[in-house]
Nanobody
Framework: QVQLVESGGGLVQPGGSLRLSCAASGSIFSINDMAWYRQAPGKQRELVAAISKSDRTNYADSVKGRFYISRDNAKNTVSLQMNSLKPEDAAVYYC???????????????WGQGTQVTVSL
C-alpha cells in the first residue's frame, strides 16, 4: 500500500508565491518520474512540471521561468515552487509518481488526492 500526500495549497494574491510538497509513503521499492499536474474547473488535467530520478526537468510552457520542481530521493518527496502566480494558475494540483512497490514489481502511476491553489485578490 502506497500513498502520495500533498500539502501547501491555499489562497494567494496575484504575483505571490506558494510551495507545494508531496510525500510518498508505504511499501515503496523505487520511484521513477515524479510530476505535478493541475486541473481547473471545466478543463482537462494538464502536466505542470515533471522531474526524473536523475533530476531532468520538464515544464509546461505556461509556467516556465515561474515554477520550479525539485525532489529529494532520500525522503521520497517532490516539491513545486510557484512564483509570480497568476489567476489562471488557480486549480487543483495533483502530485504524481511512477513507483515500483514491494508488492507490485512493475512501475505504475500513483496520484495524490490534490490540493487547491486559489489565486485571487
Amino acid at each position: 500500500q502506497v500513498q502520495l500526500v500533498e500539502s501547501g495549497g491555499g489562497l494567494v494574491q496575484p504575483g505571490g508565491s506558494l510551495r507545494l510538497s508531496c510525500a510518498a509513503s508505504g511499501s515503496i521499492f523505487s520511484i521513477n518520474d515524479m510530476a505535478w499536474y493541475r486541473q481547473a474547473p471545466g478543463k482537462q488535467r494538464e502536466l505542470v512540471a515533471a522531474i526524473s530520478k536523475s533530476d531532468r526537468t520538464n515544464y509546461a510552457d505556461s509556467v516556465k521561468g515561474r515554477f520550479y520542481i525539485s525532489r529529494d530521493n532520500a525522503k521520497n518527496t517532490v516539491s513545486l515552487q510557484m512564483n509570480s502566480l497568476k489567476p489562471e494558475d488557480a486549480a487543483v494540483y495533483y502530485c504524481y509518481a511512477e513507483m515500483v512497490t514491494r508488492t507490485i514489481a512493475v512501475p505504475r502511476g500513483y496520484w495524490g488526492q490534490g490540493t487547491q491553489v486559489t489565486v485571487s485578490l
